[in-house]
């Protein structure tokens, strides 16, 4: 089925690479123009390399590829005035918005939620919780003016169960599942959906990097992909080690389409079946 969002206009955070990028190519694929923001810097624990402004500049050229329009800007969602300005930009430039995918995070290295820095842990807040909050408040005046529509948030399968040595993850996408219900609560009556997808691993850079690997093979000299892979399957119920960012997208255009019309304050998990471990 060609042209499942065809005529919409998606918000996209996050969309400099990994999950971000492959949701505004695949909600282009389907027929969206998008408004495509990300920070485009490192945070200092985190294992994943930088994003960049070149890596922004490629999802917009893959979007242009597919002949559709894009917006982009470099923006930290922890900045509502930055982000409410582009949101707004692109709203004017695109003509509308109809759907939100509030998917920019971070992942951290931590100690125990007991020995942990505060600094570390409001980072992971503002970042991964209260950056979720500002997108969709920057988003909303312009669906209610077009009549309603569908808004995504990016949790994980850390906001449907507890990980150790990631509390102040599992607290920030936990506090995303109660975003999510209370958004769907409240813009109901106003015809906007609101849902969130729970990945488990995805093999992105937040994953697929230098330091994930030594941090989960610290007997090898040199680990990799292949060397990390066992350890990952071991949460998963289905054969796999991690899944891929366009798994998640599919569920996300689902979300997004008119096939889930009728589909508002669910936490659907793409995960491998690691929710049943």
């Avoid at 930055?82 to 939100?100: P, T, Y």
Wanted: overall charge negative.
């Amino acid at each position: 089925m060609a042209g499942r969002v065809a005529g919409k206009v998606a918000f996209v955070t996050g969309a400099a690479r990994g999950q971000g990028r492959s949701h505004a190519v695949r909600l282009a694929q389907e027929g969206a123009d998008i408004i495509a923001v990300d920070i485009c810097r490192g945070f200092d624990n985190s294992p994943a390399p930088a994003a960049s402004p070149e890596d922004l500049a490629e999802t917009a050229d893959l979007v242009k590829g597919l002949d559709r329009r894009v917006v982009t800007a470099e923006v930290d969602v922890r900045d509502y005035e930055a982000l409410k300005a582009a949101v707004d930009s692109g709203v004017e430039q695109l003509g509308r918005l109809d759907i939100v995918v509030a998917n920019a995070g971070i992942g951290t290295i931590a100690p125990r939620l007991d020995r942990m820095d505060e600094d570390l842990w409001q980072e992971m807040i503002d970042v991964n919780l209260s950056g979720v909050w500002k997108t969709v408040k920057t988003a909303v005046p312009h669906l209610l003016s077009g009549g309603g529509g569908s808004i995504v948030l990016t949790s994980s399968v850390a906001g449907l169960k507890a990980y150790t040595h990631t509390g102040h993850y599992n607290a920030a996408k936990h506090g995303v599942v109660g975003l999510m219900r209370s958004f769907a609560v409240e813009l109901g009556p106003k015809n906007i959906r609101v849902n969130s997808v729970h990945p488990t691993h995805v093999n992105t850079p937040l994953l697929i990097n230098d330091m994930t690997f030594r941090l989960f093979r610290p007997d090898l000299e040199n680990p990799g992909p292949d060397d990390l892979a066992p350890i990952c399957q071991t949460f998963h119920t289905l054969p796999i080690p991690w899944v891929n960012a366009e798994d998640i997208s599919n569920a996300v255009l689902f979300l997004a389409s008119d096939e889930a019309r009728y589909i508002t304050g669910v936490t659907l998990p793409v995960d491998a079946g690691s929710c049943l471990k």
